[in-house]
């Protein structure tokens, strides 16, 4: 009887914190909005020229597993089922980073067939992934003194959401220390930064910094190349923001799944917008690489605004982001409630 109540809290929990994030997120009061904020129609008839190639479906469907992996307990130990599907793929663990104060997690593994460095961003878990999902503010990426103002490029003033940089700030410093150790020992690998939900931005923040050479010893190593593969994707930044990296030479692939709700948060009215490259995953089955003309296709994920639901964004492809974590609800529960016996 404990074990199925404990169960059935951590199911109604899921839903409480996807609905609580789709609900309060989604709110115009709580964007930081002006006057040249774009509304929806707005973004998805704006002309624009991507330079960033992508997306690739075949590596999205192999990233997919790493991605679902962040969710798992006891990731070092490599033996989840997404951790075993990776390793068929030739992936091994490397190094895990948590913040516990934030709880936020990624992970990194190493290919060394296909030299393959991948840095994997664990999404919404939590009631403090929560607070950070919902945070009602804007910040500047420039403002300030901050550590996330332009390092290498110029260009206008970019804005983002304050929540996923608090996120990212709580891991960056230890992601640098670990990635830097192993690009060390692997020189001439290629870097890929993925995630899921929250973690996808994550992964698309901490790129810009790695990028930008923000917060870099002097003697970080570069890697090969870079690419960003997101899974239920929100929206992170302003406009400006999108253009940088719709501006990228490098392989950027935004996926989502059919009506997932996420990929409609925070609102366009505020001011947010994706960059391109989404590849959608349809109700009908297959896959649509979307139009490259503009910032946001009407015409994929767009098309499914109205209808948009918590189921399709805990599922893409085979992978249920949650079930790593449903399969210990003690531990899953302990996530949610301080305090909780052991």
């Not at 332009?150 to 709580?170: D, Q």
């Not at 923000?214 to 690419?227: E, N, R």
């Not at 917008?273 to 296709?297: A, F, Q």
């Amino acid at each position: 009887m404990d074990s199925f109540f404990v169960v059935r809290c951590i199911q109604n929990l899921k839903l409480l914190n996807a609905v609580l994030i789709l609900y309060i997120i989604s709110q115009p009061e709580f964007c930081q909005c002006d006057d040249a904020a774009l509304t929806p129609d707005d973004i998805a008839t704006l002309p624009i020229t991507i330079a960033s190639y992508g997306p690739d479906v075949a590596r999205a469907k192999k990233y997919v597993y790493l991605s679902g992996a962040a969710y798992c307990f006891n990731i070092p130990a490599w033996k989840c089922p997404y951790c075993k599907k990776s390793q068929s793929f030739g992936y091994d663990f490397d190094a895990l980073i948590v913040n516990k104060e934030a709880n936020t997690l990624a992970f990194i593994a190493v290919n060394k067939k296909l030299k393959e460095i991948v840095v994997s961003y664990r999404g919404t878990l939590n009631m403090q992934n929560l607070v950070q999902d919902i945070h009602p503010f804007v910040v500047s990426i420039e403002a300030g003194s901050s550590p996330l103002e332009r390092g290498k490029s110029k260009g206008p003033e970019m804005w983002v959401h304050t929540g996923m940089i608090n996120a990212t700030n709580s891991l960056y410093p230890e992601v640098v220390e670990k990635l830097g150790k192993v690009l060390k020992k692997n020189g001439d690998f290629d870097l890929v930064v993925i995630g899921h939900s929250l973690g996808a931005a994550e992964a698309s923040l901490t790129l810009f910094l790695l990028k930008e050479g923000l917060g870099l010893p002097k003697d970080f190593p570069t890697p090969k190349s870079y690419a960003y593969f997101g899974y239920g994707t929100p929206r992170v930044g302003n406009k400006a923001y999108a253009d940088y990296w719709n501006a990228q030479a490098m392989q950027i692939t935004r996926v989502v799944n059919k009506a997932d709700f996420a990929a409609y948060t925070p609102q366009a009215l505020g001011g947010y917008v994706h960059n391109g490259n989404e590849l959608w995953i349809m109700p009908t089955g297959g896959e649509r690489v979307c139009s490259k003309e503009v910032y946001e296709d009407p015409y994929c994920a767009n098309s499914m605004a109205a209808l948009s639901n918590v189921h399709d964004h805990l599922h893409y492809w085979d992978v249920h982001f949650l079930s790593c974590a449903g399969a210990d609800p003690v531990a899953t529960a302990k996530q949610f409630v301080i305090d909780m016996p052991s």
